[in-house]
């Protein structure tokens, strides 16, 4: 028998040894277009990085090894053009010669090609696609000869974002750009919103919902222009939107294409010939949950084809292929991210009925040093508990707990056996209860009813004046910051204030992770309360998926340094070890440390909790100590603090106002003005101003040059019937057909009054924040890429934290 495989790597290569492996009498030819049959694909990031420095240790095996260990006739820089399945022959094309060769049974293992877009630009020197050895050739030689000091990531996907960290690695500035308001596309956005603090911690410069329309060739190297106006520098650009299943050679040789656009196999790997089988990142096949079928692009998931489809073309079918979850895993800097299964987003897409639970615990015993967290999110049935899915987010035992997942589903596992499952324990590597069967048992409660489980976006979405809201933390926790709405009750004094909850509404409680809520709703419902809900994953999954995402431009708030960060510590410094302990414990830990210390004396603490820098920051706010640097490193986060003077605590009381908030909800001139006047003023004091544009007061900050947006019927009538820009505004009263407006306009330029627009950029350059309600735009149909570039989308919990912070409130 005479077998050809047409390319090598995890799928060709693989089964090619296989083939050999069961028979010795066969005749197996492999042809490879490139010059390489079998390399670490997935190292190439981390030899461009230069965290693998020699490059022959990315080769497994050399064509002249593999062919002579196996008897295989390798034969490379050969492509197969062609292929003639009634003839079983191919055709092929080597150093300027074609010749056919002939088959009994074929392999197809194409593989995929890279995603590169028909923008304008896209040829210019220096932007590249990865997906082999000679692409990581290109790019070294390209960093090498050009100094790169920038680039630009396009794309925020595993291979994207492991790049986004070599880069970085060699010294280069990094800026990731993503159409989709998420990096990392297979879990869901309260876990992908954990990795976006991550890599903003990390100094990579984040651009979500933006889309690249074209590149440019400079002086200095390349601009990429995005479609909403902003524009970004580099030497270099990386694509990597995704790749696309190589289906050329099947669709001409007339082989089955599946709706997903890959190659059709049936269970044994074979293609619509019988003689031709077909694996690897080019085929679909049907996803185990869904059976429904989808592309696949992992390596592991080849090897395993490779060897079942080796035995077939021996054997006969005998061995079916069981399909793949899609299991994956990536290292972002010090994070590991990984996910298996369904996430909710795609269950949702489909129709699948589904609940979800998420934790917070920590890899291993809190008491044994080095402790780090683990953020866990399952989705499951809500009627049986089968196990859908699962992602993770963390820094120590990832790899290990998702792969107990992973085993789960595929053996049509519920949450129940998450439970069952005898992990080895001991303080080094785990707890007692281990994160996995903690997951399972929170399933568990959701599912008998024992929790009734309220979820990030239920409670953004809510509205607070049918419910009560009660933050079941500390009082000091509440102190350092609260979902706005909420009522202090703590845990502890739930039963004596009871009292405090009205027993005729709904009751969300919360805390930090949600243990502490779980444990409260038991008590309220046993004393009564009917309706009684938890909030998933606690204030630490609600803070991280409702914290806008800012562009860099715009840096947050919680940016601020003082001047004295960068001058040497010379100061007395306290060290105090406050890892592997959960939220609020380093915070604690914080406070009672600097009671110790006297004015002008420094404190460096270390946690684990991601979430402790930003928590140390707004207590150094509130009690006017001086929050001085933070820094990360392989899950481990420091701050340094200096603690100030009672004088300087007693100046801050003393002056501290603050903030001014406007909503503007009318798109009439006179009052928009009127508005931009006011906010003007204020930050003009030095204070925090916010205006949120809520309904018409969206046609106030829309741009004048739109990109094009597709609309619905209802987005189409209202763009027709509201005013395109701040220009076509028109006064309150006595516009008289246009004639007001344009007379007021006129005379504010006679008097040398600054017109709407020119105070509306004061405002920008002023600081003043601009918010446009999310909700106002949903119904209008107004869509991000016609406003300002400076303006953010927020909801009524975004307002209502500015208004809360504000001792301003004017509605316009």
Not at 317 to 336: H, M, P, Q, R
Not at 529 to 539: H, P, S
Not at 601 to 621: N, Q, V, Y
Request: charged residues 25%; neutral net charge.
């Amino acid at each position: 028998m005479k077998y050809i495989i047409i390319g090598g790597v995890a799928g060709g290569a693989t089964a090619a040894a296989r083939i050999r492996r069961n028979t010795e009498k066969a005749e197996i030819i492999l042809f490879e277009k490139g010059e390489y049959i079998s390399y670490a694909n997935c190292g190439l990031p981390y030899y461009i990085g230069g965290v693998i420095s020699d490059r022959e240790r990315l080769f497994v095996q050399t064509p002249e090894s593999f062919g002579k260990r196996f008897n295989i006739d390798v034969r490379t820089r050969s492509e197969v053009t062609a292929i003639d399945v009634k003839k079983k022959e191919v055709t092929v094309r080597t150093a300027g010669k074609t010749y056919t060769e002939s088959y009994d049974k074929l392999l197809l293992s194409p593989g995929a090609s890279p995603v590169r877009p028909p923008l304008p630009g896209i040829e210019t020197e220096g932007i590249f696609t990865l997906r082999n050895v000679n692409d990581t050739d290109h790019i070294k030689s390209y960093m090498q000869q050009k100094a790169v000091k920038h680039a630009v990531i396009v794309g925020g996907g595993f291979i994207g974002l492991e790049m986004a960290e070599n880069l970085h690695h060699s010294g280069i500035e990094v800026s990731v750009v993503e159409m989709a308001n998420q990096v990392m596309g297979p879990i869901d956005y309260s876990m992908a919103s954990l990795v976006h603090e991550h890599l903003q911690q990390k100094g990579v410069r984040l651009y979500l919902e933006q889309a690249v329309e074209s590149f440019e060739k400079t002086a200095e190297g390349i601009t990429v222009n995005f479609k909403s106006g902003i524009k970004v520098n580099a030497e270099m650009v990386l694509l990597s939107i995704g790749v696309r299943a190589e289906t050329r050679l099947a669709t001409e040789a007339g082989l089955k294409i599946g709706e997903m656009r890959g190659i059709y196999v049936n269970e044994y790997l074979q293609t619509s010939d019988e003689s031709v089988y077909a694996v690897g990142d080019a085929i679909e096949y049907p996803h185990p949950i869904t059976h429904k079928p989808w592309l696949n692009f992992l390596a592991g998931p080849a090897n395993r084809q490779a060897r079942i489809v080796a035995d077939n073309m021996i054997f006969g079918n005998k061995i079916k292929y069981e399909g793949s979850i899609g299991t994956a895993i990536a290292k972002v800097f010090d994070l590991t991210v990984a996910s298996t299964g369904l996430p909710a987003k795609r269950l949702k897409q489909m129709d699948i009925p589904y609940l979800s639970a998420t934790i917070h615990s920590n890899s291993h015993a809190g008491y044994y040093p080095g402790a780090s967290m683990l953020d866990i999110k399952i989705t499951f049935s809500p009627t049986d508990g089968k196990l859908y899915g699962a992602q993770i987010v963390g820094y120590d035992g990832v790899d290990k707990r998702i792969d107990e997942y992973a085993l789960t589903i595929k053996r049509n596992g519920t949450v129940y056996d998450l439970t069952e499952l005898e992990h080895a324990y001991a303080p080094p590597f785990s707890s007692a209860k281990d994160p996995v069967a903690l997951s399972g048992y929170v399933a568990g409660n959701i599912l008998s009813g024992k929790m009734t489980p309220l979820y990030w976006r239920e409670l953004q979405q809510a509205d607070l004046s049918k419910v009560t809201l009660v933050d079941v933390r500390t009082a000091d926790e509440y102190s350092l910051g609260k979902i706005p709405g909420a009522i202090n009750v703590p845990l502890d004094e739930l039963r004596e204030r009871m009292s405090d909850i009205p027993t005729n509404k709904p009751v969300y409680v919360y805390c930090g992770v949600g243990l502490r809520g779980y444990l409260a709703s038991c008590i309220l419902k046993d004393n009564g309360y009917q309706d009684v809900r938890n909030l998933i994953g606690g204030i630490k999954t609600y803070k991280a998926a409702t914290t806008p995402v800012c562009l860099p431009e715009q840096p947050s708030s919680s940016c601020h340094t003082t001047a004295s960060c960068c001058q040497p510590a010379t100061e007395k410094v306290i060290k105090v070890d406050a890892c592997g302990i959960q939220c609020p414990g380093p915070i604690m830990k914080l406070k009672k440390s600097m009671e110790t210390l006297n004015p002008g004396e420094r404190l460096e603490i270390h946690a684990t909790d991601a979430g402790f820098p930003r928590d140390a920051e707004a207590w150094c706010k509130s009690t006017g100590n001086h929050f001085l640097e933070k820094s990360s490193a392989n899950g481990t986060y420091r701050v340094l603090i200096e603690k100030a003077s009672s004088c300087e605590k007693a100046i801050k009381e003393i002056t501290t106002e603050e903030g001014k908030t406007f909503i503007l909800f009318s798109d009439d001139l006179d009052k928009t003005l009127a508005t931009f006047v006011l906010a003007n003023g204020a930050a003009a004091t030095g204070k925090k101003v916010t205006i949120f544009f809520t309904f018409w007061g969206l046609n106030a900050i829309k741009k004048v040059h739109k990109p094009q947006v597709k609309k619905d019927i209802f987005g189409k009538m209202f763009g027709m019937m509201l005013p395109s820009n701040s220009l076509k505004l028109k006064l309150s009263k006595m516009n008289m057909g246009g004639i007001g407006t344009r007379m007021m306009r006129y005379i504010m330029q006679r008097k040398g009054i600054d017109s709407l627009e020119s105070l509306r950029q004061q405002a920008i350059d002023n600081g003043v924040e601009f918010i446009a309600c999310q909700m106002s735009m949903d119904v209008m149909g107004v869509k991000k890429e016609e406003l300002l570039d400076n303006v953010t989308i927020g909801g009524v919990a975004t307002y209502m934290e500015r208004a809360e912070q504000a001792n301003v409130n004017l509605f316009i």
